[in-house]
């Protein structure tokens, strides 16, 4: 079955302490993003990557980290979390210039 | 102005009404145009997708492209329970990967 898994699904953490979201597809997609949606403010992209080696900011990168090592993969990593960033967050890909993109089921993180 | 506008809702209807959501936008080099449905607790799915004005049919689905006012809508006929969800326009450029996403509506029909 073609599909996003992301990893975990719900987190609780505190501020400072660093924390990884997985992201893996399987449909061989050379273009991945990250989203986070917040009431009101929609899906905003976070960091997107073309392919292996290459990533790229997107609306709301402050905060962020990502790398792409394998095609596959797409990881988002949080060094130091805020309260801020308190949301849920979406993994997609897609083909590079393909208008449909493939969603994760999404990872609700608090950060106390 | 922000790039993408998208009536806010939430919208609740009963069933079998005819929904109008509505999405406007502001940049001229966006050229493709589509609609994602998001049920609570998923991911968005892509509904609908069309590059040129004019209308275009999916069943009891219609998206509507207005590229001189810069203005898309979705429509649903005799709408179900299960069209409850969050509904997002989105918008692509010819060229790239990126979308730009409205904020979703959120749309309840009731049995």
């Known amino acids: 079955e073609a599909q996003v898994t992301q990893n975990p699904r719900y987190l609780i953490t505190v501020t400072g302490k660093k924390l990884t979201v997985t992201c893996s597809q399987n449909?061989?997609?050379?273009?991945m993003s990250w989203y986070r949606q917040d009431p009101g403010l929609g899906l905003r992209q976070i960091y997107y990557s073309m392919n292996v080696e290459v990533t790229d900011k997107g609306d709301v990168p402050e905060g962020y980290k990502v790398s792409r090592k394998e095609k596959r993969n797409f990881p988002l990593i949080l060094e130091s979390p805020s309260p801020n960033q308190t949301s849920l967050y979406f993994c997609?890909?897609?083909?590079?210039?393909?208008?449909?993109?493939?969603f994760g089921p999404g990872t609700r993180l608090t950060v106390l | 102005q922000k790039e993408v506008e998208q009536d806010p809702g939430p919208l609740s209807v009963p069933e079998g009404a005819i929904v109008s959501l509505n999405c406007t936008y502001s940049n001229s080099a966006f050229q493709y145009f589509m609609w994602y449905r998001q049920y609570s607790r998923k991911g968005p799915e892509l509904l609908m997708y069309?590059?040129?004005?004019g209308n275009k049919e999916d069943g009891r689905f219609t998206a509507q492209v207005d590229k001189s006012s810069k203005y898309i809508s979705l429509f649903i006929r005799d709408s179900q329970p299960s069209d409850s969800a969050t509904y997002l326009c989105?918008?692509?450029?010819?060229?790239?990967?990126?979308?730009?996403f409205g904020e979703g509506t959120q749309l309840t029909v009731n049995p």
């Open positions: 449909m061989n997609h050379e273009y």
């Open positions: 069309t590059y040129s004005s």
């Open positions: 997609a890909s897609s083909r590079v210039g393909g208008s449909e993109q493939f």
């Open positions: 989105a918008y692509k450029e010819t060229s790239g990967s990126r979308l730009t």
